[in-house]
């Protein structure tokens, strides 16, 4: 034994050396990112949350039994890993002593730990055979991008599986071999040694090898000297999260898929509007150099797995977008490792090539050498499935939201489709660049009034709850539906509310998810200072990343709220008995029969864990029956608006939304139930061009959770009939291309009607508030998402009664129109947004740079209109509002019945050309801001529109 001492010291020699040396660099490359005092405090301040964190994700392996099979072979496996260390510690103790029946202890003849310690060994092999064959199963040259592993070091993987068999049998070997020592000293009287039969596969091997010193003395240094070769590969490898991976589990936050973003710090300072000024002129906005990412990033990169799960959840990769979690985390991680002796480098030195690969631009195309894609980058929804499935907690999101940051404050290179999110926000308070008097808009035709905070009522504490009404709600028609649906729940149940009305703007969140910090934060801390001016507490809302925002994000802020979406208070309502659905239908024939399916919004369900009230509310409904999609609750699949995808164009693979609602259609249920606005859009149009296409019945329809249960406690019908599907389709076919004399006019106050125009409505870019029906095309549904598309509308969830609810002198909706002309004033710039995307008129195209009402330059021109000039005005075109008591006209102007402003075409044979209209001069101080700008003076141009600028 003492040669065997001798040449286990030497193997110890050359490989613990290397192996601390790796680990030493690791340390000082991780460690030389930017400080993040805050995961430091999540640990010190939190310590029993840590410690149960530890246990229940480490050591109970929580999240990797979500996938049950490949997660209890992970099981064992690891806990062979902890378990078998128990016998490198006898290993070692035998090497040392030369004696290989010493036994430690107590434990020396415990038969329980042997037999769990061969039991743990068997199992550890059991498990990798199940990895060898997942692997097998999932190879990425049969499956291409399908495969979780695709893109992943294979190689390593297998040779790692290999290893782990290796110290399992090279245990048995010396585990055999001694007991074969100790059966030989027991027959010869010498008493019992080591566990005997308890551990079983030890003991069968044992009655199998002969009493050798020489053997005893080969399976220990097999079995150390494997373990100091997988030691330095590992080190050296992605399994480095052996390691690592419970370091970052501790440090790591808490929510299950992040739900609020986290803040932007730079040298360990959160930077906020306030001392933004203060900060030094090095201060990092974001992440633009591996050198910005903190400490907590980098161990994020150096743990990756590469098992793919984010991967294989992910819906930008899903649909053919060059966005894959795991990739994104391995492209950094091997960016990092590369640039690291530059990193640690004294004075920028380092070899020329680490220089090389520190100077890479971090976001850049192929041509730029960069490591990141843009389209990467921006291809990001969000949704948070790949950080709830990472099993080692790599917070993907936060990476990816701080790399935008740096690219919107730092470089303003971002997709040029925000820019009119980022002036709405900044100059209206909207993402929809609308007016914030057309908040209270929503609520006209109600039979109730609905209490505004500060006008109606004095205080929040006199009602139950304030209902958040969100930018969706106030703007969006298929929005409005919802909340004012919930309105009459609440109405009907006798639970008082109140609104903020004008008060309220948007809380920030897609400004945030694009990058833009400092417009979140200036949004925010007015809605704080709103919040807390009016001692909010309870809040309800119909919208997912208003309840994310207001409940997790604020607290940053300092306001701490009670925050639930509009299912949960509702079904707390239809338990506590205060709502009652009940059976009705069409003549009183009772419920309608149909199937229900259900979509999780990301922002509700993965980042805040509410799955079960709307499952609960649908299954209540009289005569429904439910249907689960395939992808649901935590593996549901994003609809592809979250992270300001809303307002991006989807140019890029499959869309979102038509993957997900394709899936939503093969359940074969009649109603598509969603719980989102944001969501409801997205499906809505991946319905229309399903239908469009003969993918999906006509009555299919998408509704919020909240419309199928007011339909149900009414006593209503609940669900399209085919005569409604019908007259859909008849709508969408009867849509103008060109508005006729008598059309009502659109101002900038005037919200386009966007309801039902049923399946002949060509899909829009995945995410048009204001969509319009447009010809059937026989093409597919164009790619993109862009808020000013051209498409399909809402399903319908009212067809029978587009108007119903609104009064019969307000059926122009306020708000604005898609086809505002900007104003005068700075704050109507984005109002010119129309241009982004150009309806198929199969009668004419307008000329390019034109207005959609250009008239061809032959076509006669109308009589001219005069008018006075006015004074310090640009030239305009007077907008006219739909309603006289919204503004008083600048202008008196009489036109004959006959006549309207759009009849500027070649007049027919039997048509008189219009007198010259007489109008009132008006001078500069008799006009005021709520005026429309006067046309001015002279002729029109023969070859512009009334809406040309």
Known sequence: MTAVLILGLLLNAIALPIAGRRVWFLYRLITSGQPAPDRVQGVTRKLGAAVKRQIVEVFGQKKLLKWSVPGAAHFFVFWAFVILGTVYFEAYAALLSRDPQW??????????????????????????????????????????????????????????????FNVVWTLFWFRGAVEARDMAVAASGGGEHGYGKAAFVSYLAGRVLPDSTVLIGIGLLLHIGVMLAFLIFVLHSKHLHIFVAPINVLFGRRPNALGAVKPMISEGTPVTLENIEDLDEDAKLGVGSITDFTWKALLDFETCTECGRCQSQCPAWNTEKPLSPKLLIMDLRDHALAAAPAVLGTNGSGPEAALKELERPLIADEAAYGVIDPDVLWACTNCGACVNQCP?????????????????????????????????LEGKGNPWNMSAQARMDWAKGLDFEVPVVGEDIESIESVDWLFWIGCAGAYEDRAKKTVRAVAELLNLAGVSFGVLGNGETCTGDPARRAGNEFVYQGLAAQNVATLTEHRVKQVVTTCPHCLNTLKNEYRDLGLELDVVHHTQLLNRLVREGRLTPIPGGADGAGPTKRSITYHDPCFLGRHNQVYAPPRELLQVLPGASYVEMERSQERSFCCGAGGARMWMEESIGERINVNRTREAVATGADQIAVGCPFCRVMLSDGLAAEQASGGAREEVEVLDVAQMLLASVKGEPATRTPTAAAAATARAEETKAEPEPGDAPQTSQTVTETEDVGPAAKASGGSSLFDV?????????????????????????????????????????????????????????????????????????????????????????????????????????????????????????????????????????????????????????????????????GPLDETKSLFDL
């Open 103 to 164: 036994n430690w202890f107590v434990f020396g003849n415990w038969g329980l730990l042997g037999f769990v310690q061969d039991f743990i060994a068997v199992m550890a092999t059991v498990g990798i055979v199940v990895f060898w064959a997942i692997r097998l199963r999932n190879q990425p040259k049969q499956l291409g991008r399908k495969s979780r592993f695709f893109g992943s070091h294979l190689g390593p993987a297998y040779f790692t599986l290999f290893m782990i």
């Open 392 to 424: 080692v907690d790599i917070e993907h999101v936060d990476h990816i939201v701080d790399m935008r940051r740096y690219q919107v404050l730092v470089e303003n290179n971002f997709p040029s489709e925000l820019s009119q999110l980022f002036r709405g």
């Open 773 to 937: 029906a447009d010809e059937p095309v026989e093409t597919t549904a164009p790619s993109g998402g862009s808020l000013f598309d051209l498409g399909a509308a809402e399903s319908a969830a009212d067809l029978p009664s587009s108007t119903e609810g609104r009064p019969e002198d307000a059926q122009v909706s306020d708000g604005g129109s898609l086809f505002d002309i900007a104003g005068t004033s700075p704050e109507s710039e984005g109002s010119t947004a129309a241009s982004q995307a150009t309806p198929e008129v199969e009668a004419s195209t307008p000329p390019a740079g034109g207005s959609l009402f250009d008239i061809e330059p032959e076509a006669s021109p109308a009589e001219p209109v005069q008018a006075a000039p006015v004074a310090d005005r640009p030239s305009a075109v007077a907008a006219t509002s739909a309603h006289a008591d919204r503004a008083t006209p600048a202008t008196a102007v009489t036109l004959p019945a006959e006549v309207s402003l759009f009849d500027l075409g070649e007049q027919g044979p039997d048509q008189t050309p219009a007198e010259p209209v007489e109008t009132t001069p008006v001078t500069a101080d008799d006009s005021n801001e709520s005026d429309p700008a006067a046309p001015a003076s």
